[in-house]
T-cell receptor, first 118, second 114 residues
Framework: GAVVSQHPSRVICKSGTSVKIECRSL??????MFWYRQFPKKSLMLMAT?????????EQGVEKDKFLINHASLTLSTLTVTSAHPEDSSFYIC??????????????FGPGTRLTVL | GENVEQHPSTLSVQEGDSAVIKCTYS??????FPWYKQELGKGSQLIIDIRSNVGEKKDQRIAVTLNKTAKHFSLHITETQPEDSAVYFCAASKGIQGAQKLVFGQGTRLTINP
């Protein structure tokens, strides 16, 4: 199946700093990428949807100025958590969709990034 | 909006026995129902999915059933093996071929006891 990678897998940062997470589709072109947040023992909550070359669409309650999303190419999307606070600590997961093996609507998930804000 | 409820949150079965995980959804317009397996360090993998025009789908030891009237769908794993241990998520979406966003259930941690 299609492969999606995320980098870094884990990151620890101080309050007030910014952290960038990368999501890459390794063997297919992703027209759409999704960013999710997962709390311990909870479901994946969609944060935003991004299409290559256009602005991301954020879900209700998600601050677009705090969670900056860039989808500059068909294989790369980035999520930047700005001015991080301890409550931003979470597991962030991306997924990518688009044309892989004919299953154009299937989402392929990255392994996730665990962010800890001290 | 859509709301997906998943039960149980944890499930422990003996190797070789069957495991069943159930999900209910609220939006009757939802038409695509995938199941994902999440293992530590790996991306969530689609293991099986079903569309609203069928009632059951099977792939080797895994099957999914859908009851549109009752708005619930279930994952069935038979002859369970230790490698089936993982967190399983159900999801629902709508639109053409389910192209709209996925709404996930809360997840079920399945443990297979040897």
């Amino acid at each position: 199946g299609a492969v999606v990678s995320q980098h870094p897998s884990r990151v620890i940062c101080k309050s007030g700093t910014s952290v960038k997470i990368e999501c890459r589709s390794l063997d297919f072109q992703a027209t759409t990428m999704f960013w999710y947040r997962q709390f311990p023992k909870k479901s994946l909550m969609l944060m935003a949807t991004s299409n290559e070359g256009s602005k991301a669409t954020y879900e209700q309650g998600v601050e677009k100025d705090k969670f900056l999303i860039n989808h500059a190419s068909l294989t790369l999307s980035t999520l930047t958590v700005t001015s991080a606070h301890p409550e931003d600590s979470s597991f962030y997961i991306c997924s990518a969709r688009g044309g892989a093996g004919g299953r154009t609507n299937e989402q392929f998930f990255g392994p996730g990034t665990r962010l800890t804000v001290l | 909006g859509e709301n997906v409820e998943q039960h149980p949150s944890t499930l422990s079965v003996q190797e070789g026995d069957s495991a069943v995980i159930k999900c209910t959804y609220s939006d009757s317009a939802s038409n695509y129902f995938p199941w994902y397996k999440q293992e530590l360090g790996k991306g969530s993998q689609l293991i099986i999915d079903i569309r609203s025009n069928v009632g059951e789908k099977k792939d080797q030891r895994i099957a999914v059933t859908l009851n549109k009237t009752a708005k619930h769908f279930s994952l069935h794993i038979t002859e369970t093996q230790p490698e089936d241990s993982a967190v399983y998520f159900c999801a629902a979406s709508k639109g053409i071929q389910g192209a709209q966003k996925l709404v996930f259930g809360q997840g079920t941690r399945l443990t297979i006891n040897p």
